[in-house]
Each structure stands twice: as structure tokens, then as C-alpha cells.
């Protein structure tokens, strides 16, 4: 069953510094997400990416977090200068299309020291 | 702004047990609704979508009913098994704007 990957599974890395987290969506899938959960907290919706852009993102993704789909199958998720707030489980998600099923891959936890 | 409730926060049952997890939604105007379970540091699994037009879904013991009007769904799990237990998550999808989620149910099923 096609499912949605992620890399790495988990990731330290020191606070200021910039860290990928990588995604492999369903292939014939066409809308894209980043969410976030902070140890204890609730799914936070970070950005979703159609058609090669940003299509919505939230408040969360400020200027230090891009997105990219650098080669037609994996969707990466770049925060530029990490702080420690930025440690929570990274959960990357694809749908066919908008308002069907979103396919969420196993999470990257990002732990920023 | 789409705020998501789930009640109990935990719920711990014995093995065997029908139970009944809440889910509620203050915007009624939904496009759908998906129940996902989280296993403790794990990614989340989709078990159930129910679409705005439906009542209700089934997936073997599961059960999901959506009442849009007054903004709630229910999560039934019919012959509860240790396996089971895991924490359960509600989203809600109004058309345009990504899933917004509950913070949960934890559920333990005791053998």
C-alpha cells in the first residue's frame, strides 16, 4: 500500500543551526502539508503546497521555515536558523486533492539543544 | 476560528467493552471530518473520513457518526481489544483551510 515517507526519523541538532527534513508524498498525489505536535500539544497545521507554492500557511511559518519540492518526488520542509521552541514531531501529509483523505507519513522528531 | 474539542482526555476500559469517544467542532461549516489514531511517538494512522452530506462510516468495529448541526462526532469502538489503545485524534476539514485538529483521546484497553 502506497504510503507516505519520511527522513530522518529523528534529528539533533544544535540550536542556530539549519536543518531539512525530507518527505516522499503518495505519488499521484497532488496537495502537499507540513504539521507540527509539540510534545503534549495538539496537530498544528504549519503550511500546505500545491502545484509548485505555498498554497496557505499559518503563523507558525514565519520567515525561517521554507518548503520545497526540489525534484518532482520529495517535499522538504527547511527551517533556516533552529531555536529551541522549534523541537516538536514534524508530520509531512499528501491528498489526491483538497478536502479528501490527507495520508500522514510516520514523523520526523526534531530535537533542537 | 475552527476550535476542536475531544472528551475524556483519557478513558481506560477493560477489554471486551463498547466505548464511545467525543468530538466536538464550534464552525459547523465542515467539509469533512477524520478520525486518526496516534500510536506513543508514532506518525498518525487515518481510520475514518466522513464527509459533510454523510452521517456516518464504518470500518470493521469502528464506527464514526457526524452530526454537522450541532457540531459533533462520535468515534464507537465496538469489542475493545488491548491493541486498541492508542491516542485517538478528531480533525476537522472546512474546504479551504487545512485539518484542524483536537488534542486527543488517550485510550487504554486493559487485557
Known amino acids: 500500500e502506497p504510503e507516505v515517507t519520511q527522513t530522518p526519523s529523528h534529528q539533533v541538532t544544535q540550536m542556530g543551526q539549519e536543518v531539512i527534513l525530507r518527505c516522499v508524498p503518495i505519488s499521484n498525489h497532488l496537495y502537499f502539508y507540513w504539521y507540527r505536535q509539540i510534545l503534549g500539544q495538539k496537530v498544528e497545521f504549519l503550511v500546505s503546497?500545491?502545484?509548485?507554492?505555498?498554497?496557505?500557511k499559518s503563523e507558525i511559518f514565519d520567515d525561517q521555515f521554507s518548503v520545497e519540492r526540489p525534484d518532482g518526488s520529495n517535499f522538504t520542509l527547511k527551517i533556516r536558523s533552529t531555536k529551541l521552541e522549534d523541537s516538536a514531531m514534524y508530520f509531512c501529509a499528501s491528498s489526491v486533492r483538497q478536502g479528501n483523505i490527507q495520508y500522514f507519513g510516520a514523523g520526523t522528531r526534531l530535537s533542537v539543544l | 476560528k475552527q476550535e476542536v474539542t475531544q472528551i475524556p482526555a483519557a478513558l481506560s476500559v477493560p477489554e471486551g467493552e463498547n466505548l464511545v469517544l467525543n468530538c466536538s467542532f464550534t464552525?459547523?461549516?465542515?467539509?469533512?471530518l477524520q478520525w486518526f489514531r496516534q500510536d506513543p511517538g508514532k506518525g498518525l494512522t487515518s481510520l475514518l473520513l466522513i464527509q459533510s452530506s454523510q452521517r456516518e462510516q464504518t470500518s470493521g468495529r469502528l464506527n464514526a457518526s457526524l452530526d454537522k448541526s450541532s457540531g459533533r462526532s462520535t468515534l464507537y469502538i465496538a469489542a475493545s481489544q488491548p491493541g486498541d489503545s492508542a491516542t485517538y485524534l478528531c480533525a476537522v476539514d472546512s474546504g479551504n483551510t487545512p485539518l484542524v485538529f483536537g488534542k486527543g483521546t488517550r485510550l487504554s484497553v486493559i487485557a
Open positions: 503546497f500545491y502545484n509548485n507554492e505555498i498554497s496557505e
Open positions: 464552525d459547523s461549516a465542515i467539509y469533512n
